[in-house]
């Protein structure tokens, strides 16, 4: 798998240089984040916002920030960094000057890097950008776009399911703890923490909203209390019948079981064992079922 993944950030580092896409500079950025590791790589077609992200990152200035607005499917943004959890020092203060605008005709697609401005005021940015979970037309143009998700790009859509308010401000802490520059071959090389559940502060996992039932699986579990009904009733008069029926009570069982409680499952291990051996003891049943001549 490592392998994999260091040919896969080879190829990233290489293609653009056949003119597959933007150009890339040769660092990478590594952001561990409380939902898991993302791996950045930045546009030689944006040369200052990437000189400028990349060396407040060496003096640790995104180290502690924080994500303050997050969207499914649209955006999560890291928000300026003097919001983040300590202070910073007079040196990471003064190393951080406002950036001119270097607009291009790349889009605002998933998975690029967007530098946050005061509206009206494109030479406004600084610290701030988002990370696009969607295509955003409206920003084209307008916003620099200066790099895009290597790997991650899971974790930042984890981070964008975190509970937050009406106007979109997380109700848990959203930190990026480390802030890594690292070559694109260390940076296929290091351990990347994959996509997690959120934790709070003091090891609770962070809120999430109970899964509303799908229609697919209420319609299952009418089914199932049907099929049982049916074989119930006709046992008697058509008792070759009621195998059949009761066949497909436990193969739409063990549907509803699965839709119900899937998504829980990757968090409880022993959920998802009895889940796979009722699968499992599902597929038995079916097959060995043969219908009566």
């Excluded at 580092?13 to 890339?24: K, M, Q």
């Excluded at 967007?114 to 696009?132: K, L, N, Q, V, Y």
């Excluded at 290091?190 to 709070?200: D, I, M």
């Excluded at 009733?233 to 436990?250: I, M, S, T």
Aim: charged share 15%; proline share 10%; glycine share 10%.
């Amino acid at each position: 798998m490592r392998t994999l993944r260091a040919a896969a950030l080879a190829l990233c580092f290489c293609a653009p240089a056949a003119a597959a896409g933007p150009r890339l500079v040769p660092q990478r950025l590594v952001l561990r984040t409380a939902a898991g590791d993302v791996v950045l790589g930045l546009y030689e077609g944006a040369p200052k916002t990437a000189a400028q992200v990349l060396r407040l990152a060496r003096l640790g200035v995104y180290d502690g920030a924080r994500f303050s607005s997050v969207v499914p499917g649209f955006y999560a943004e890291i928000g300026e960094t003097g919001q983040r959890a300590a202070p910073l020092s007079p040196r990471q203060q003064a190393a951080i000057r406002p950036l001119p605008a270097e607009l291009s005709s790349l889009k605002h697609r998933r998975g690029v890097l967007s530098m946050a401005h005061r509206p009206g005021e494109p030479g406004s940015a600084r610290t701030a950008f988002s990370i696009m979970l969607g295509s955003w037309p409206q920003g084209d143009g307008r916003y620099t776009v200066f790099g895009e998700v290597l790997e991650g790009l899971d974790v930042v859509d984890t981070l964008a399911q975190a509970p937050a308010d009406a106007s979109h401000r997380p109700l848990v802490e959203l930190q990026v703890y480390k802030a890594q520059v690292m070559t694109a071959a260390e940076a296929a090389r290091t351990y990347l923490a994959p996509a997690h559940l959120l934790v709070v502060p003091g090891g609770s996992p962070a809120p999430q909203p109970p899964p509303a039932a799908s229609g697919p699986a209420a319609a299952a579990a009418a089914f199932l209390t049907l099929a049982a009904l049916a074989a119930y009733a006709c046992r008697a008069r058509y008792p070759r019948a009621v195998g059949p029926l009761l066949l497909c009570g436990a193969l739409g069982g063990v549907f509803s079981l699965l839709v119900f409680l899937g998504p829980r499952a990757a968090a409880h291990p022993p959920l998802a064992v009895g889940l796979f051996l009722a699968l499992l003891g599902a597929l038995r049943l079916l097959s060995s079922f043969e219908t009566p001549a």
